[in-house]
């Protein structure tokens, strides 16, 4: 049964680097069908996907987030990582990581399998 | 970016309703359509993807139609597991978005 899990800190400062790892079990990380990304969603609010990361190192970052979003991944740990620069209020959400089915004909963006999701505050 | 614009908002229902959900793609997205199911306080649950292909194991009492630019999510005989948020979300191009969800809620 495939798994992730979201760890990292829950309490941020304001123009500081939010970061965030998905540990995946169940499953591996460098199978060719599958992409990984990071979705969001403020309190009260709807979703938000911030960006995505194929086994290789290629990503794709929402536009709206590009010049502050760094996704990574370790094959070696099963692990994909999110890093948000320069945080304000605005970024203050449940972060999940998800995977991501290569769909045929289509790109990389149908999330199948979602983590718990983890609570980012962003204050002083 | 493809906006995505559900409706209604939030609805009423009681068990054993039949209800329907409308989404909305600014433009013609083919059937690269998903709906979500969430819960308070749980991650989104994939439903229906390709418009109309239901998830492994979702009941079948959940359907999905439409292709262009106008789908439906219908839930035919509602249970109480049913209520929850229900999105959206187009993935024929980047960046992939979402409905605003739709609250269903008990009568």
């Known amino acids: 049964q495939l798994q992730l899990q979201e760890s990292g800190p829950g309490l941020v400062k304001p123009s500081e680097t939010l970061s965030l790892t998905c540990t995946v079990s169940?499953?591996?990380?460098?199978?060719?069908?599958?992409?990984w990304g990071w979705i969001r969603q403020p309190p009260g609010k709807g979703l938000e996907w911030i960006g995505s990361?194929?086994?290789?190192?290629?990503?794709y970052y929402n536009p709206s987030l590009k010049s502050r979003v760094t996704i990574s991944v370790d094959t070696s740990k099963n692990q994909f990582s999110l890093k948000l620069s320069s945080v304000t209020a605005a970024d203050t959400a449940v972060y999940y990581c998800?995977?991501?089915?290569?769909?045929?004909?289509?790109?990389?963006?149908?999330?199948?399998?979602w983590g718990q999701g983890t609570l980012v505050t962003v204050s002083s | 970016a493809i906006r995505m614009t559900q409706s209604p908002s939030s609805l009423s229902a009681s068990t054993g309703d039949r209800v329907t959900i409308t989404c909305r793609a600014s433009?013609?997205?083919?059937?690269?359509l998903a709906w979500y199911q969430q819960k308070p306080g749980k991650a989104p649950k994939l439903l229906i993807y390709?418009?109309?292909t239901l998830q492994s194991g979702v009941p079948s009492r959940f359907s999905g139609s439409g292709s262009g630019t106008d789908f439906t999510l219908t839930i035919s005989c509602l249970q109480s597991e049913d209520f929850a948020t229900y999105y959206c979300?187009?993935?024929?191009?980047?960046?992939?978005?979402f409905g605003q969800g739709t609250k269903v809620e008990i009568k």
């Open positions: 169940g499953g591996s990380i460098s199978s060719s069908s599958y992409y």
């Open positions: 390709a418009a109309s």
């Open positions: 433009q013609g997205i083919s059937s690269y």
């Open positions: 979300q187009q993935y024929y191009s980047y960046p992939p978005t």
């Open positions: 990361i194929y086994y290789s190192g290629s990503t």
């Open positions: 998800a995977r991501i089915v290569v769909v045929v004909g289509g790109p990389p963006l149908l999330f199948d399998y």
